[in-house]
């Protein structure tokens, strides 16, 4: 599985991004796709989930409320992050799984290439 991710970019604090992610190759083993974040210095971390057909989704504490993933019918997969604060500059990744969701990334097996979000205050 193949993931490309897009959509990172620099934003004042309040501000808004899309980022998005289309997976390619053997999409039919996977069940989950998630995005993960590391900022400099930190572990890379748990934001969201979704199973494969859209639902149910899951979020990290830290950005329930304030971010979305979801699907749409081409299998593009996104994640709309709204009031974004400084703590949200990061790394994003896309990942997959054939497996149920974790938080733990060491559990994941496909990851795209990160994408910068830079959040200003």
């Known amino acids: 599985v193949q993931l490309q991710a897009f959509g990172g970019g620099l934003v004042q604090a309040g501000g808004s991004l899309r980022l998005s992610c289309t997976p390619s190759?053997?999409?039919?083993?996977?069940?989950?796709m998630g995005w993960f974040r590391q900022a400099p210095g930190k572990e890379r971390a748990f934001v969201a989930a979704?199973?494969?057909?859209?639902?149910?989704t899951y979020y990290a504490d830290s950005v329930r409320g304030r971010f979305r993933i979801s699907r749409d019918s081409a299998n593009t997969f996104y994640l709309q992050m709204n009031s974004l604060q400084p703590e949200d500059t990061a790394t994003y990744y896309c990942a997959a799984d054939p497996r149920d969701y974790s938080r733990i990334y060491r559990e994941w097996g496909y990851w795209g290439q990160g994408t910068l979000v830079t959040v200003s205050s």
């Open positions: 190759g053997r999409t039919d083993s996977v069940t989950t």
């Open positions: 979704v199973r494969w057909r859209g639902s149910p």
